[in-house]
């Protein structure tokens, strides 16, 4: 498969400490296994890569996949907390619906729980990069700070 980034989604990969080949691996599990999730028109996809969950937002464009972002947390995902309501997105995987939820995440030996998307059947979780990229961010911040 080819892979397309702009230069802006190259910018925020840069800033973000992550790699085109990290991406490149989340889109290539995604494919081969069908564990991602579309709202029709795009896929999220993640991959544990190291100490990293790492994220790829992406399109596909006949044997392109055109990445829309990149992004990761540091926090594991353990289990579903609560499910509210149907979202746009479906788990490609079962072709059941995802539903917005709290999942418990844990990093440094705190749990909290979060927003996410939730597939209740698989117990599986997504985290949007709205909350990746500020409050998780911030959050693995504080925590590494006062360990320090």
Same mark, same amino acid.
């Given at each position: 498969? /080819?892979?397309?980034?702009?230069?802006?989604?190259?910018?925020?990969?840069?800033?973000?400490?992550?790699? /085109? &080949?990290?991406?490149?691996?989340?889109? &290539? #599990?995604?494919?081969?296994?069908? &564990?991602?999730?579309? &709202?029709?028109?795009?896929?999220?996809?993640?991959?544990?890569?190291?100490? !990293?969950?790492?994220?790829?937002? #992406?399109?596909v464009d006949g044997g392109? %996949? @055109? @990445?829309?972002?990149?992004?990761?947390?540091?926090?594991?995902? !353990?289990?579903?907390?609560?499910?509210?309501?149907?979202?746009?997105?479906?788990?490609?995987?079962?072709? %059941?619906?995802?539903?917005?939820?709290?999942?418990?995440?844990?990093?440094?030996?705190?749990?909290? $729980?979060?927003? $996410?998307?939730?597939?209740?059947? $698989?117990?599986?979780?997504?985290?949007?990069? #709205?909350? %990746? *990229? $500020? *409050? !998780?961010?911030?959050?693995e911040g504080l925590f590494?700070?006062?360990? %320090?």
């Open positions: 498969m /080819e892979y397309v980034f702009s230069d802006a989604v190259k910018e925020v990969l840069a800033k973000r400490g992550l790699k /085109e &080949d990290d991406v490149k691996a989340v889109i &290539d #599990y995604a494919e081969s296994s069908k &564990d991602k999730i579309t &709202d029709g028109k795009r896929f999220i996809a993640k991959k544990v890569i190291g100490d !990293l969950t790492v994220y790829a937002d #992406y399109s392109k %996949a @055109v @990445v829309n972002a990149g992004y990761a947390h540091r926090m594991k995902i !353990l289990d579903i907390v609560l499910e509210t309501e149907d979202s746009e997105w479906t788990y490609v995987k079962t072709g %059941a619906m995802i539903r917005k939820g709290h999942t418990n995440l844990t990093f440094m030996g705190a749990t909290r $729980s979060g927003p $996410s998307l939730v597939e209740p059947a $698989s117990g599986e979780s997504w985290i949007e990069e #709205y909350l %990746a *990229a $500020s *409050a !998780l961010a911030a959050a590494e700070q006062k360990r %320090a």
